[in-house]
């Protein structure tokens, strides 16, 4: 059991271009969320994926976000036109129901982006 | 809509002594989960502890245990014999039941001095 992973680390771009965050979860997880957190604050609900099928999108994920999971298994985080609001650090986390503990979330060490 | 609020910015304590993390809740949610992850500076968010909500019984993990009031929303943790490597960013989250997302509190900064 490897844990969640996420790449690359640390992103820096420049305003407008895009950039794609991957992540792979735990391999027995069929369940795969993204969080973005701001410096100082607590994670925020993104997205939610059940195998491949992307089950939830908050209101955060602007159409400039774009998530996928074609396999139900690694995942992917595009960015498009990114802006300096977009500067934080995008978490990972995967679950599974009916393990011991179900509902539980694990967290990757999330992809730290900075737009200047 | 759930929320977690965490009124305590930051705490700092001595070595080996308690130290107990506020947090309360707020969810429409019949069934749910809470959390308190911990996030040490500059590594990854771990599960400190969970608390499903229909159990009566507050839930313990060694040094680490809660006190849940279901009737007044809260839910604080309490490290028992604090260590410097319990010196992190501590969050508090709540969960429904069926995959749902979690709700996190604002987190609370917590130092143990030598």
């Known amino acids: 059991d490897t844990g969640v992973s996420q790449n690359p680390r640390h992103k820096i771009t420049k305003r407008g271009q895009n950039v794609t965050f991957r992540c792979d979860p735990i391999?027995?997880?069929?369940?795969l969320y993204w969080y973005r957190q701001t410096l100082g604050q607590g994670p925020e609900f993104l997205t939610y994926?059940?195998?491949?099928?992307?089950?939830?999108k908050s209101r955060l994920l602007s159409d400039r976000f774009s998530a996928e999971r074609p396999k139900g298994s690694f995942s992917t985080l595009e960015i498009q036109r990114t802006e300096q609001g977009d500067s934080a650090m995008y978490l990972c986390?995967?679950?599974?129901?009916?393990?011991?503990?179900?509902?539980?979330?694990?967290f990757g060490p999330g992809t730290r982006l900075l737009v200047l | 809509a759930q929320t977690v609020t965490q009124s305590q910015p930051e705490m700092s304590v001595q070595e080996a002594e308690t130290v107990t993390l506020s947090c309360t809740y707020d969810?429409?949610?019949?069934?749910?989960?809470l959390f308190w992850y911990k996030q040490p500076p500059s590594r990854q968010m771990i599960l400190v502890i969970r608390?499903?909500?229909?159990?009566?019984q507050n839930a313990t993990e060694n040094r680490f245990s809660v006190n849940f009031q279901k009737a007044a929303k809260s839910f604080s943790l309490k490290i028992s014999d604090s260590q410097l490597g319990d010196t992190a960013m501590y969050f508090c989250?709540?969960?429904?039941?069926?995959?749902?997302?979690?709700?996190f509190g604002q987190g609370t900064r917590l130092t143990i001095n030598p």
């Open positions: 986390a995967s679950s599974y129901p009916g393990g011991r503990v179900e509902e539980t979330q694990y």
């Open positions: 391999s027995e997880h069929n369940r």
């Open positions: 994926f059940q195998n491949e099928a992307q089950l939830e």
């Open positions: 969810t429409s949610e019949s069934n749910y989960y």
């Open positions: 608390q499903e909500a229909y159990k009566q």
């Open positions: 989250a709540s969960g429904g039941q069926g995959a749902q997302k979690l709700v």
